[in-house]
């Protein structure tokens, strides 16, 4: 391990070896972000053959094992579904005594005590909990990029007994990656996303499941469906295992925020119904107002730019359009589209270079398209 120090005599860098543990769609963002900022990265997975993709699409090494992919490594990531979090966070401080020890799990407070019912105390000092605040409904290396990282809030969960120098070494490997490292309690981080991400995960699925129940006798009301409905129901995609998991893992916390969005329902819906136009105005406009203030990604990383396209909803246009960027040598870091019954189109969101934006703007504005920068 290597370092330098800045104007204020503060290591810049305190980590050159990085492994992964649990190559989906985090981990394998994570481990991609890590070659981008220049350290030597091993990945392991249960899967081999996941592992594989991943370290093919990263050009990274993959490990014959867990032991194998800790070795000699600086910062140690576990992304895997958190019931197998604590036993491999065990076999990782075990296997690499110099490492700080961290994992991506969306539930802390369960994970801390588990560790600490597996892991000697000589060892503890050196499990950092965290949680990037990432990802999407799509799963697995395959959908994996740098730019998952970029610009999103990492929260780093200390423990009682962890060490100060290991949180910092932390904390510099997720700024270094993209990322913004917020430090946070276990009790607190749990009750906070159990609002802001399992909340809507929840919300997200019933409201998918109650009209896929409607269709049973409405068929056609799918067919109905417009963007906003989409865009609500987004999530309902993800991974149901994983998410279920992590809501009972969470139980007591999404528990309350359920209540208490239940509770806000209650009350729209009696103004609603009772005609009381004057306060249904207001809740919209509340909502709105604070939504507006709602921050976009934290803090988007140098170097990387999103530009919104509208795109026909025909075959053969998104082939055109990626087609005239590379004839334009504008290299795609991410790309995502929503399809829209409406209009005939669609909506995509292309990560680029930032050096290369007023590039890609250019060509695509002479293909025919009329690119919005976002960021």
Known sequence: MTSTTDRDGRSERLADAVAVVG????????????????????????????????????????AASLEQAVEGADVVLIATPIPTIPALVARALEAAPAAVVTDAGSVKTDLVDAVDGLVDVSHRSRYVPGHPMGGSERSGPDHASASVVDGIVWVVAPTAVSDASMVERLERWIGAIGAKPVRMDAARHDRLVAFVSHLPQVASTALMSLAAAEEADEPEILLLAAGGFRDLTRLAASNPALWSDILLSNRSAIGDAIDLYVARLGQLRADIVAGRG???????????????????????????????????????????????????????????????????????????AADAADSAGSVLSTGGFDPIRLA
Do not use: C, M
């Open 23 to 62: 190559t989906g769609l985090v981990g394998a963002s994570a481990a991609l972000a890590s070659v981008r900022a220049g350290y030597r990265v091993v990945g392991w997975d249960e899967n081999s053959d996941r592992a594989r993709r991943a370290a093919e699409r990263g050009s990274f090494e993959a």
């Open 278 to 352: 004057d306060q249904v105005e207001a809740t919209f406009d509340g909502a709105k107002r604070a939504r507006l203030r709602l921050a976009t990604k934290a803090q988007v990383r140098a170097g990387v730019a999103v530009l919104q396209v509208e795109l026909p909803d025909r075959p053969g246009a998104l082939a055109h359009l990626t087609s005239i960027l590379g004839e334009g040598d504008v290299n795609i870091e991410d790309l995502q589209i929503v399809h829209s019954p409406e209009g005939g189109r669609g909506t995509v969101h292309l990560t680029v």
